[in-house]
């Protein structure tokens, strides 16, 4: 049975002096978040300034993803350390470091082991088997944009799915009035709805979880009207146009941070027919 024993950098790396007896996989350095057990060798890495994993915060949750910087590493050991003892080392090290430990899960007797824990914007997730050992790591951030949406590209994705999220449509906290920094986007949709004259469409609003829900149900829909009404002054009959407002009640990211936040607050178009 061959399975990894890790620590979390913050520990003390002196019990683990020794150097592995076997190459690691070309390109691969340790994890900056763990150290390895002495005959432990890399063979997988992966890292990206940008990606996602599902990382569950129960072990009966499925579908959390988190966004950010991404890095995972595989490592192969030598026979002698069970999951289990790896697991609960490396569970009392995450909490030692000041993790919150959202939950571990061992299966069986003790072959497989996993668990998810989190400090801050840090997520991390940890599987142990009988031959490798793995640890995913995912600082949350917000995504640079490097691509401006327009008007085809939301065709595009309307042909497709029969709904896009439309972002750069903002307003003043707590009301329904446009801010000036929003024509840019609204002035794509003009577009998109011109090209598309027989499109009907749901102009939806959506808000963070900030405030009361009963008073974002609201506030939404009032600013979904507001869209209407802008658009009606620029040329789009607004007979075409229905609005919709969800509130806070369809999130498409978690509302714990300030990025999470900013996704939720978006207007969706939905094609009706």
């Known amino acids: 049975m061959r399975v990894l024993v890790l620590l979390l950098a913050a520990c003390p790396a002196a019990a683990w002096a020794q150097g592995p007896v076997q190459a690691d996989r070309k390109g691969c350095t340790d994890s900056k978040l763990v150290t390895r057990m002495p005959g432990c060798v890399i063979v997988r890495c992966d890292a990206k300034d940008y990606s996602s994993a599902e990382i569950p915060r129960s072990q009966s949750e499925r579908g959390h993803i988190v966004e950010g910087q991404y890095e995972s590493t595989t490592y192969r050991c030598p026979a002698g350390k069970s999951p ?41 997730k940890f599987t142990a088997m009988s031959d490798f050992s793995e640890l995913i790591g995912v600082r949350e951030k917000e995504m640079e944009q490097v691509m401006t949406a327009n008007a085809g590209d939301w065709a595009k994705q309307i042909n497709q799915s029969g709904r896009v999220s439309v972002y750069g449509i903002n307003f003043d906290t707590g009301k329904s009035t446009i801010r000036p920094d929003s024509e840019t986007a609204l002035n794509e949709v003009v577009k998109l709805l011109q090209a598309n004259p027989a499109w009907a469409m749901v102009v939806a609003g959506h808000t963070d979880n900030v405030g009361a829900a009963a008073m974002n149900l609201t506030l939404s829909r009032q600013r979904a009207q507001s869209v209407i009404a802008w658009l009606g002054t620029h040329g789009i009959e607004e007979a075409r146009l229905v609005p919709a407002g969800f509130g806070d009640s369809r999130p498409v990211a978690e509302n714990t941070s300030d990025e999470g936040r900013q996704k939720n607050r978006r207007v969706d178009l939905v094609k009706l027919y």
Do not use: H, I
């Open 84 to 124: 289990l003892e790896l697991g609960r080392n490396t569970e009392a090290a995450f909490r030692n470091a000041g993790y919150d430990v959202l939950y571990t899960y061992v299966y069986g007797s003790g072959g497989r082991f996993y668990m998810t824990a989190r400090k801050g914007g840090q997520w991390v």
